[in-house]
């Protein structure tokens, strides 16, 4: 499995953006998929979660009501639509997929596969 990030970029705070990640593999719909994100000098956090149907999503409270986790299973995408952007959102956006199970969830150790990462500064 191959998962690439992008839609990175500065923006400014209360601005847009969205995320993309392409899925390599015949099928995609069997992965559970997750965003997670890195901020310099802190570890890895969750951002939010979705199901192989879409029908079940999860967001980590910093995002809640502010970010959207959705997907394409046909283009083999997952996307992270994240509005009013604050400073505090500032750090590399990371897709994760788990090959064989209908959602992932929160836990990191839970995803097999990871994409290179893409960077999200949001200047105040």
């Known amino acids: 499995v191959q998962l690439q990030a992008s839609g990175g970029g500065l923006v400014q705070a209360g601005g847009s953006l969205r995320l993309s990640c392409a899925a390599s593999?015949?099928?995609?719909?069997?992965?559970?998929m997750g965003w997670f994100r890195q901020a310099p000098g802190k570890d890895r956090e969750f951002v939010a979660a979705?199901?192989?149907?879409?029908?079940?999503?999860a967001y980590a409270d910093s995002v809640k009501g502010r970010f959207t986790i959705s997907r394409d299973n046909a283009k083999k995408t997952v996307y992270l639509q994240m509005n009013s952007l604050k400073p505090e959102d500032t750090a590399v956006y990371y897709c994760?997929?788990?090959?064989?199970?209908?959602?992932?969830?929160?836990?990191?150790?839970?995803?097999?596969?990871w994409g290179q990462g893409t960077q999200v500064t949001v200047s105040s």
């Open positions: 979705i199901s192989w149907s879409g029908g079940t999503t």
């Open positions: 593999g015949r099928t995609f719909s069997g992965y559970a």
């Open positions: 994760a997929a788990s090959v064989g199970r209908i959602y992932a969830g929160k836990e990191i150790n839970a995803y097999e596969w």
